[in-house]
């Protein structure tokens, strides 16, 4: 059984930045993803990185600005938001599955989220 764990949320305004963590407790041969879901939509992608780190994938609208990152060794990805802007305020989780997708179900393991609030 594999546990996610999310840190890094917090408050920030506009034009901030902001680095979140997710640690796994399982193993780490895995694609692992960042999704987030704001309040009264549905869950979307925001970046996936292969096992080796050698692929990503980015939504568009982070795209530029956001860096996905993951050092196995530790088990830890890494999400360095930058210039971040009131509409990437959203619970952000970390997800681990077995093909880069941008597709929620493609993911079977998910963290408990972290809340990312950025104010105008």
């Known amino acids: 059984q594999v546990q996610l764990v999310e840190s890094g949320g917090g408050s920030v305004q506009a034009g901030g930045s902001l680095r979140l963590s997710c640690v796994s407790s399982g193993r780490s041969f895995n694609p692992w993803a960042w999704f987030r879901q704001a309040p009264g939509k549905e869950r979307e992608f925001v970046a996936v990185?292969?096992?080796?780190?050698?692929?990503?994938d980015y939504a568009d609208s982070v795209k530029g600005r956001f860096t996905i990152s993951r050092d196995n060794a530790k088990k830890i990805m890494y999400l360095q938001m930058n210039s971040l802007k009131p509409e990437d305020t959203a619970v952000y989780y970390c997800?681990?599955?077995?093909?880069?997708?941008?597709?929620?179900?493609?993911?079977?393991?998910w963290g408990q989220g972290t809340q990312v609030t950025v104010s105008s």
């Open positions: 990185i292969n096992w080796a780190g050698s692929r990503t």
């Open positions: 997800a681990q599955g077995s093909n880069l997708s941008r597709v929620v179900s493609a993911y079977g393991y």
